[in-house]
């Protein structure tokens, strides 16, 4: 049945996130273009606790982005949903969730620190899901800011082609406005908001950027060529096709600058979403091709975020085909069941609007669906699709958590549950030995951050013990040649399995290697090819627990080269059993190591201070890769396992009085000396 909702309205559409560092000036951003949009009508601030996307007290409390949220705005006739995303390393997976479900992005740089360690991170996810980008420059504002020394950051540290589509403006001193490169004009916010001419002064630099601008521009598009050859310039206009064509393709970033706090820059920036960032109809079709953007396509959405809230569950989802309309009953694609759609909410950070319909690509939240879990694809009935999950992060830090009284004990673990469903990079389990119930997650803040969410939110009294990194086993030295027989009779049909296969390291020149991988060599059909399956999956049950001290195994190859059947007793049970206990006393064979988690951990402290924090980093097995000077501070980088950086925030502020700070992002796996 055909909706009364347009294809072309898809094309002002635009659902885009805003990436960042910590600290960058993500939630400045958002706020300020919630305001000059008319969405709100009075700024928020971050360090007063006002702003909309940061609507939960524990964002409020300590000042950054914790949970990802999703507004709403229009500009220049053009509908923007904007996703406000966590700038810590410990809740990078709230990051990845979002860009599975955007069409472009906004990064946002500090002027003065360029590239830092979390903007690293989340622009490499960025590229995983081939999320189109524009870059802004903030704070140019600040004592020490350097666009041309940021752009190079970049460039350097980023790898993609950054183009300068702006030129900041100063007055002696003061940063007050832009040039716009592509239009030719001056932005100034010296006395509020103004388009003016060129000053003189910057005549000369404007001409050679936008030349440099042009050039660059038609190297990469086949159109723009054409007119810069006939005319040795582009037009405006063309300039603008073009940048907007090599952006959705990836092969630039537009740079835009300002100074968010003060309110620059922010209307150029609007006009930059609206101009080069994709629209739904830009991006590929989903679900191998098989939907389209479009509303007369049968219904596809993708659930990419759950949230409890003291009226009931919330189920965020992205309508990517199709039309999702209030009392439908929608096919969850990977359980089978069927859910209904009770009431839809376009949302507004913590305050939500009920609308009758969502269209493809809407973002709207859903009250009704019960079991939906995040990475589930919503579908019509009638015309099943499965879509792409979300890849969880590997949790990497652990705590044991308790109920203080017995009659808590049966809230917490329901408590657990419903946080574990709303939050995929969080494990719980049960420890077979002490019967502890263990939290895992991202780091030593995120699950600070769920203990907070269980006393506030939940009303649970919890002792929490201290945390434990998650630690791995692997292969040093394998066996070759190695031979397992499975045999059992116990009446009736039997089972009865031969495998010989070898145990090496993934690769030889990385002892802290993560993953598993398998193969087999057997010719002849010796093992028939669905007994080579569940050969592989019994090695994958075996790699729950290591022999050396029970921890997951990792960093192994096996390779399957013999075998043998029988022809009554052999079963797909049979050759997974020999599969699992096979490769479990082939390990035991095998010289093993335990291997621990790494963190890349980025120190900014002062130059007095330097030589302490050195020496407390080599105490902590940590060693230093680099280091830079700027103006009156030292940026230290070091590779420092993980388990040595609990309770390291307090140590590093009593060793440069107060003014250091620090960021941390994981770094893969190492054996332990």
């Not at 939500?352 to 809407?362: F, L, Q, T």
């Not at 919890?462 to 070759?480: D, I, K, M, S």
């Not at 890349?600 to 890769?625: C, F, K, Q, S, Y």
Request: hydrophobic share 45%; proline share 6%.
């Amino acid at each position: 049945m055909r909706t009364n909702v347009s294809r072309p309205d898809l094309a002002v559409v635009r659902n885009l996130g805003i990436l960042a560092h910590v600290d960058a000036g993500k939630t400045t951003v958002t706020e300020r273009m919630l305001f000059l949009t008319g969405s709100i009508h009075k700024r928020g601030e971050v360090h007063d606790g006002t702003t909309v996307t940061d609507f939960d007290p524990q964002e409020r409390d300590r000042g950054i982005t914790i949970f990802a949220a999703a507004v709403s705005c229009e500009w220049a006739g053009h509908r923007f949903t904007v996703i406000d995303t966590p700038g810590h390393v410990d809740f990078s997976d709230e990051v990845e969730r979002s860009l599975r479900v955007l069409d472009g992005a906004v990064a946002v740089f500090d002027a003065v620190a360029g590239v830092e360690p979390q903007s690293e991170s989340v622009w490499r996810r960025a590229d995983r899901y081939g999320v189109p980008r524009i870059a802004f420059v903030n704070k140019m504002d600040r004592a020490g800011a350097d666009l041309a020394a940021a752009v190079a950051s970049i460039r350097e540290r980023l790898h993609p082609v950054p183009l300068l589509v702006q030129l900041p403006v100063y007055s002696g001193e003061v940063f007050t406005g832009v040039v716009d490169l592509v239009g030719l004009r001056a932005l100034t916010w010296e006395h509020g908001f103004a388009q003016t001419a060129i000053p003189d002064h910057l005549a000369d630099a404007v001409a050679q950027a936008r030349k440099a601008l042009e050039e660059a521009v038609a190297e990469r598009s086949p159109a723009a060529l054409e007119e810069f050859v006939e005319r040795s310039a582009l037009s405006s206009d063309a300039l603008a096709a073009a940048l907007r064509e090599l952006t959705l393709s990836g092969e630039v970033v537009p740079v835009l600058c300002g100074a968010a706090y003060r309110d620059i820059g922010i209307e150029p920036l609007l006009d930059a979403v609206a101009a080069y960032l994709p629209s739904p109809l830009d991006r590929p079709a989903v679900g191998d091709g098989a939907r389209a953007a479009d509303p007369a396509e049968p219904l596809a959405a993708l659930a990419f975020k759950v949230h409890a809230t003291p009226t009931g569950r919330l189920t965020f989802v992205r309508v990517y085909s199709g039309v999702l309309r209030k009392g439908d009953a929608v096919l969850d694609a990977g359980s089978g069941r069927r859910e209904r759609v009770s009431r839809i909410l376009r949302v507004q950070a913590d305050r939500h609007a009920e609308v009758e319909s969502a269209p493809a690509g809407d973002i709207v939240a859903l009250v009704g669906p019960k079991a939906v879990r995040v990475g589930a694809t919503l579908c019509a009935p009638e015309a099943p699709v499965l879509l792409e999950p979300p890849a969880p992060t590997e949790p990497v830090v652990s705590v044991a958590v308790e109920a203080r009284t017995g009659a808590e004990a049966e809230k917490l673990a329901v408590a657990l549950a419903r946080l574990a469903e709303e939050d995929p990079s969080l494990t719980v389990r049960t420890d077979p030995e002490s019967g502890q119930t263990l939290l895992a997650g991202l780091g030593e803040l995120h699950l600070e951050v769920v203990v907070e969410k269980l006393r506030r939110d939940r009303g649970l009294s919890v002792t929490v013990g201290r945390p434990q990194v998650a630690y791995r086993e692997t292969v040093v030295r394998g066996v070759r040649g190695f031979t397992y027989r499975h045999a059992k009779q116990d009446g009736g049909s039997g089972q009865w399995a031969h495998i010989v296969f070898d145990v090496r390291p993934l690769r030889e020149s990385e002892p802290g290697a993560t993953g598993f991988e398998f193969e087999s060599t057997v010719v002849g059909g010796r093992v028939p090819a669905e007994f080579v399956r569940a050969v592989e999956a019994g090695c994958r049950d075996a790699l729950a627990e290591g022999p050396l001290a029970g921890h997951p195994v990792t960093g192994l190859r096996v390779t399957l080269t013999d075998g043998a059947t029988h022809s009554k007793d052999s079963s797909d049970l049979a050759f997974r059993t020999a599969g699992r206990l096979g490769l479990r006393e082939a390990l035991r064979a095998s010289a093993m190591a335990v291997l621990e988690p790494l963190a890349e951990l980025t120190a900014t402290v002062p130059e007095d201070h330097v030589g302490a924090v050195l020496g407390d980093l080599a105490a902590r097995r940590g060693r230093v890769t680099g280091s830079t000077t700027r103006t009156g501070t030292v940026v230290v980088t070091a590779m420092v396992p993980l388990a040595e950086l609990f309770g390291y925030a307090t140590r590093l502020r009593s060793r440069t009085q107060g003014r250091g700070t620090f960021t941390t992002r994981p770094l893969g796996y190492a054996p332990v000396p």
